[in-house]
Nanobody, 114 residues
């Protein structure tokens, strides 16, 4: 079983930046899928960034050009760099990885407000 620990959330003003981290309990080098999702109150959980084993990345239009997913294999960590944050980015952000099964982190709150 893979354990994921997210960090880096917090309160930020509109236009600001945050970097989320997701540290895995084992090597991420051969994981099939790594992604960041978010869930705002009253809304469904949605994918905001993903990266696959061969390095292919995906971003929905709502965050494209503002969010960047990256990995550090030495630290078993997946990052989400979020720039130009908007109030509508406010949500709980979750990390997910897929190997032989899917694993989720506990979530980290991101609040964008002045």
């Amino acid at each position: 079983q893979v354990h994921l620990v997210e960090s880096g959330g917090g309160l930020v003003q509109p236009g600001g930046s945050l970097r989320l981290s997701c540290e895995a309990s084992e090597s991420i080098f051969s994981m099939d899928f790594m992604g960041w999702y978010r869930q705002a109150p009253g809304k469904e959980r949605e994918l905001v960034a993903s990266i696959r084993r061969r390095g292919f990345t995906y971003y929905p239009e709502s965050v494209k050009g503002r969010f960047t997913i990256s990995t550090d294999n030495d630290k078993n960590t997946v990052y989400l760099q979020m720039n130009s944050l908007k109030p509508e980015d406010t949500a709980v952000y979750y990390c997910k990885v897929v190997t032989t099964d899917a694993y989720w982190g506990q979530g980290t709150q991101v609040t964008v407000s002045s």
